[in-house]
């Protein structure tokens, strides 16, 4: 803990403040790791509420949020806070219209105040989403799976539909991708070989699913480059992992949601495409040629 004091450079922003607590959190103690959790997982209420508000809704005291920023390197809370504070002043003031639409949403039936957040928190997903990634990130990944010898595709439960949709459209464009678990087997067999030419590409949100945390810690013991797609810094499969990509999965109802997961996988497919040239173009003509050839799919009328 002590090696990452240090004195707070006042040109960091709210990215460098959650790179350096995800950092320190695997050392810190139970109620410091309670009070980093919240924040990494809720960033954006930081600018927003005061340190009595953040404490309350993590359920720790005020003085544990005082203890962790100095932790950390700053001088108090206030100025661990500023950083997020600045970002808020410079973002969007706000949405009338969306606000008055998602009002007349919750006025519609019986139904209708679920509707509301049903649409307000996918709504806040995607606009988080977009807000907190950056095109370096899927820039380096998207290139870290296209120069692979192999790059393993992983999802379990849940995260199994969107992740191997990720594998069946993108082996269109590229040749080395391969899915786990295969039929049978579990991730850890399918990772039986791989090594530093390799990446693993696993997906795992809260409650974080063993089998993927036990996979990313033995592919990178391999040498082998890992890109993790999670909910939070706070994640066991984060900070371990060479490109980091973060989709929130609030929702009211009673499962996580998946859109902003399958907004992330789609992005970063089209960066894949956009990095691999006119070969992966003529790959996904040939792959569509060959389906047509087959009588895969539902004649036009049109023809």
Same mark, same amino acid.
């Not at 949405?95 to 009002?103: I, S």
């Not at 307000?120 to 990634?133: G, H, K, M, W, Y």
């Not at 899927?138 to 999802?155: C, D, E, H, N």
């Not at 049978?184 to 530093?196: C, F, H, K, N, V």
């Given at each position: 803990?002590?090696?990452?004091?240090?004195?707070?450079?006042?040109?960091?922003?709210?990215?460098?403040?959650?790179?350096?607590?995800?950092?320190?959190?695997?050392?810190?103690?139970?109620?410091?790791?309670?009070?980093?959790?919240?924040? =990494?997982?809720?960033?954006? $209420?930081? *600018?927003?509420?005061?340190?009595?508000?953040?404490?309350?809704?993590?359920?720790?005291? %005020?003085?544990?949020?005082?203890?962790?920023?100095?932790?950390?390197?700053?001088?108090?809370?206030?100025?661990?806070?500023?950083?997020?504070?600045?970002?808020?002043?410079?973002?969007?003031?706000?949405?009338?219209?969306?606000?008055?639409?998602?009002?007349?949403?919750?006025?519609?039936?019986?139904?209708?105040?679920?509707?509301?957040?049903?649409?307000?928190?996918?709504?806040?997903?995607?606009?988080?989403?977009?807000?907190?990634?950056?095109?370096?990130?899927?820039?380096?990944?998207?290139?870290?799976?296209?120069?692979?010898?192999?790059?393993?595709?992983?999802?379990?439960?849940?995260?199994?539909?969107?992740?191997? *949709?990720?594998?069946?459209?993108?082996?269109?464009?590229?040749?080395?991708?391969?899915?786990?678990?295969?039929?049978?087997?579990?991730?850890? $067999? $399918? =990772?039986?070989?791989? *090594?530093?030419?390799?990446?693993?590409?696993?997906?795992?949100?809260?409650?974080?699913?063993?089998?993927?945390?036990?996979?990313?810690?033995?592919?990178?013991?391999?040498?082998?480059?890992?890109?993790?797609?999670?909910?939070?810094?706070?994640? %066991?499969?984060?900070?371990?992992?060479?490109?980091?990509?973060?989709?929130?999965?609030?929702? %009211?109802?009673?499962?996580?949601?998946? =859109?902003?997961?399958?907004?992330?996988?789609? +992005?970063?497919?089209?960066?894949?495409?956009?990095?691999? *040239?006119?070969?992966?173009?003529? +790959?996904?003509?040939?792959?569509?040629?060959?389906?047509?050839?087959?009588?895969?799919?539902?004649?036009?009328?049109?023809?």
């Amino acid at each position: 803990m002590e090696a990452l004091q240090r004195s707070a450079d006042a040109t960091l922003g709210p990215d460098g403040v959650l790179e350096r607590l995800q950092s320190a959190y695997a050392s810190l103690a139970p109620r410091l790791r309670k009070a980093a959790r919240y924040v =990494l997982d809720n960033p954006n $209420d930081i *600018g927003v509420s005061s340190m009595r508000q953040i404490a309350s809704a993590a359920d720790v005291a %005020p003085n544990t949020l005082v203890r962790m920023a100095k932790g950390l390197g700053f001088d108090g809370y206030e100025e661990m806070r500023r950083p997020f504070r600045d970002a808020m002043r410079r973002g969007v003031e706000g949405f009338p219209d969306r606000a008055r639409w998602l009002q007349s949403l919750a006025r519609s039936g019986s139904h209708g105040e679920l509707f509301s957040q049903l649409a307000d928190t996918s709504l806040n997903n995607i606009e988080t989403l977009f807000s907190i990634t950056s095109a370096a990130d899927l820039k380096r990944a998207a290139s870290m799976i296209v120069k692979a010898r192999t790059a393993y595709v992983l999802g379990m439960g849940s995260c199994y539909a969107s992740m191997h *949709g990720f594998y069946y459209i993108g082996r269109m464009a590229i040749k080395n991708l391969t899915f786990t678990p295969q039929q049978a087997s579990l991730p850890i $067999d $399918d =990772l039986a070989r791989i *090594g530093r030419k390799d990446v693993l590409f696993a997906a795992t949100y809260r409650p974080y699913r063993q089998e993927t945390v036990e996979a990313a810690r033995y592919a990178k013991a391999r040498g082998a480059r890992l890109i993790s797609l999670t909910d939070s810094r706070s994640s %066991p499969i984060a900070a371990d992992a060479d490109v980091m990509l973060l989709a929130p999965t609030g929702t %009211p109802q009673f499962f996580p949601s998946m =859109l902003a997961m399958v907004a992330m996988l789609e +992005s970063l497919l089209a960066f894949i495409v956009s990095q691999t *040239g006119p070969e992966a173009v003529a +790959s996904i003509e040939s792959f569509h040629a060959n389906r047509s050839a087959s009588q895969v799919y539902w004649p036009d009328d049109t023809d």
